[in-house]
């Protein structure tokens, strides 16, 4: 509860000693923090995540771990809605897309892991998430962030979405909910993309130790 609570008035060197060594174990409970309904523990955990990752030792497991939580049961994500209050996985889902977004922005490497460990595919998903427009806003901002870094994952969403589509989102990423058909939806949430990276550079990589 400590760590959960105070992490975002820390840096790295405190959390270094508050914390020890970190473990599988405490990113899984972090992640756990993210399907709060109380905004200010989403963003300590959040907080928290973004100074994780900086440890090699648990980085994949970070962002594999937000990557596990865009995807929660399709029948919760296709079921029409039965009142206002979102689910927690859908709380979830929203704030491990915003987090996963910082992490692809701050870093290229970061970045690549992401895409690398299906995030692509999942954004995508997310995407068709009509029960929760904020999750949908949050995987089309971050999808809009790999764009501009990948061009197989540009590739991939043009065949997604198809060229004109496309170049609304890439104009309006966070509108692009409003504009999807059912059509269009029930090709989102069925696709199976896979999107393979060439070898990218590793300048970026100081950026993990500044």
Request: hydrophobic fraction near 40%.
């Amino acid at each position: 509860a400590v760590v959960s609570t105070q992490s975002g008035h820390y840096g790295r060197g405190h959390i270094q000693k508050l914390i020890g060594s970190p473990t599988h174990a405490l990113v899984e409970n972090v992640l756990a923090l993210l399907r709060s309904l109380y905004s200010d523990v989403q963003y300590e955990a959040a907080e928290l995540l973004k100074e994780l990752v900086e440890y090699e030792e648990v980085r994949e497991v970070v962002v594999c771990g937000l990557i596990a939580l865009l995807t929660p049961v399709l029948d919760d994500v296709i079921r029409p809605p039965v009142s206002d209050t979102p689910l927690p996985q859908h709380l979830q889902q929203a704030a491990a897309a915003k987090v996963l977004g910082l992490l692809c922005e701050k870093s290229q490497k970061l970045a690549s892991l992401a895409v690398e460990n299906g995030a692509v595919q999942s954004l995508i998903v997310v995407l068709s998430n009509v029960r929760h427009p904020l999750s949908q806003r949050h995987a089309a901002r971050t999808l809009s962030y790999l764009v501009k870094q990948f061009t197989e994952v540009q590739g991939t969403l043009r065949e997604c979405l198809g060229p004109d589509l496309l170049e609304e989102f890439m104009s309006s990423p966070e509108d692009l909910h409003k504009k999807l058909t059912p059509a269009q939806l029930d090709k989102l949430i069925s696709n199976n993309t896979q999107v393979f990276l060439q070898n990218t550079s590793s300048e970026d990589e100081l950026l993990l130790d500044q």
